[in-house]
T-cell receptor, first 113, second 115 residues
């Protein structure tokens, strides 16, 4: 089983460029999440989708948009990248809101110059 | 607002020594509590979780954690550390009443293991 798959794994952008991070899960999970990880700050929630067809802002949504394309896929878009968005991005999914466990992808390392 | 604090940013222990990583949370009711581990260049893997019941929880890789309501703590322990345990460890909390499933993570503790 692939679990949660993120692409690309590495990306370098120039300030102002746009890009989309793709995420897909094959576990038939309802909920999906995008986190960013920065040194000393743990993981911070950007956006989440509690179920197909719904999306909501997390802790740090500014500068990002998301699309829950279907039950499997949840993409994160940077419309105009800024150096402050240099980070490692993780997608995660869970089967039920109360089962607790998040399953994480391996991360996408983004550098904005 | 609920929060999670991991007081130790970096911990170094010798291989074979015991380990305790601290985690304190702020939440009015009993939350759901988790410990995750992240090896370099990898995603996060669940070590253990507490929902209710026995306050001493066993996890994978020989880890355990104890929920102490009076201290709002959920510390992670291992009796004898192996070199492969070197990683970053995250404590996380979920509101038991949550209908969104959002986890709040602590800042993380980096564990270094000396030979």
């Amino acid at each position: 089983n692939a679990g949660v798959t993120q692409t690309p794994k590495f990306q370098v952008l120039k300030t102002g460029q746009s890009m989309t991070l793709q995420c897909a899960q094959d576990m038939n999970h309802n909920s999906m999440y995008w986190y960013r990880q920065d040194p000393g700050m743990g993981l911070r929630l950007i956006y989440y989708s509690a179920s197909e067809g719904t999306t909501d802002k997390g802790e740090v949504p500014n500068g990002y948009n998301v699309s829950r394309l279907n039950k499997r896929e949840f993409s994160l878009r940077l419309e105009s990248a800024a150096p402050s968005q240099t980070s490692v991005y993780f997608c995660a999914s869970r089967g039920g809101l109360r089962t607790g466990e998040l399953f994480f992808g391996e991360g996408s390392r983004l550098t904005v110059l | 607002a609920q929060s999670v604090t991991q007081p130790d940013i970096h911990i170094t222990v010798s291989e074979g020594a015991s380990l305790e990583l601290r985690c304190n949370y702020s939440y009015g009711a009993t939350p759901y509590l988790f410990w995750y581990v992240q090896s370099p260049g990898q995603g996060l893997q669940l070590l253990l979780k507490y929902f209710s019941g026995d306050t001493l929880v066993q996890g994978i890789k020989g880890f355990e954690a104890e929920f102490k309501r009076s201290q709002s703590s959920f510390n992670l322990r291992k009796p004898s550390v192996h070199w492969s345990d070197a990683a970053e460890y995250f404590c996380a909390v979920l509101k038991s009443s949550s209908n969104t499933g959002k986890l709040i993570f602590g800042q993380g503790t980096t564990l270094q293991v000396k030979p």
